[in-house]
């Protein structure tokens, strides 16, 4: 019993990540990573003009693309401040996402885009969920005033997720 007891002390401490492990945040990383998931929202919202089937998609995808444009321009001067490119094109993962989305038929097509974008929703709002204790106050304050929005979207697109039968993977 207490070999078993020691045993599992070390297993959690050897797994257990405290927060002396954790990297410092990293603004220019923030801006760059969370600027390449809005700008493949804003990419896939227009593939989803020509593939989405069902009408809430098509919906949902005008609101997605307008929310993310406007989320590059809000994090365009964080950028220009920093000195930080922001992304004109995709990454490769990002266009090979794009590239898997544009083969999908009708229903399954919609069932997908939605998967990318709670997945991306989810990426965004864990970004801005570290950037919200940022030692940066312009990050800081973007993270605060960006986040209801994209929470609120992150729901509706996981309804629409829930909706089209959850994930057609």
């Not at 600027?35 to 896939?44: G, P, Q, W």
């Not at 009708?106 to 885009?113: E, H, L, P, V």
Request: hydrophobic share 45%; proline share 5%; net charge positive.
């Amino acid at each position: 019993m207490r070999g078993t007891l020691c045993i599992a002390l070390l297993l959690a401490a050897a797994c257990h990540r405290g927060a002396a492990d954790d990297p410092p945040f990293n603004s220019n990383a923030f801006i760059t990573t969370t600027a390449n998931l809005a700008l493949s929202d804003v990419d896939l919202g227009d593939e989803a003009v020509r593939k989405a089937r069902r009408p809430e998609t098509k919906q949902l995808r005008a609101a997605v693309v307008s929310e993310q444009r406007a989320f590059l321009a809000a994090l365009a001067p964080l950028a220009q401040q920093r000195n930080v490119a922001l992304p004109s094109i995709l990454e490769d993962r990002r266009a090979a996402l794009h590239q898997n989305l544009s083969i999908l038929p009708g229903q399954t097509f919609d069932r997908a885009w939605a998967l990318a974008m709670v997945q991306d929703y989810d990426a965004i709002l864990i970004a801005l969920r570290e950037a919200s204790q940022s030692d940066d106050p312009g990050v800081r304050a973007f993270a605060k005033r960006m986040r209801p929005t994209i929470t609120a979207r992150r729901k509706a697109v996981g309804d629409l997720l829930g909706d089209l039968g959850g994930s057609p993977f």
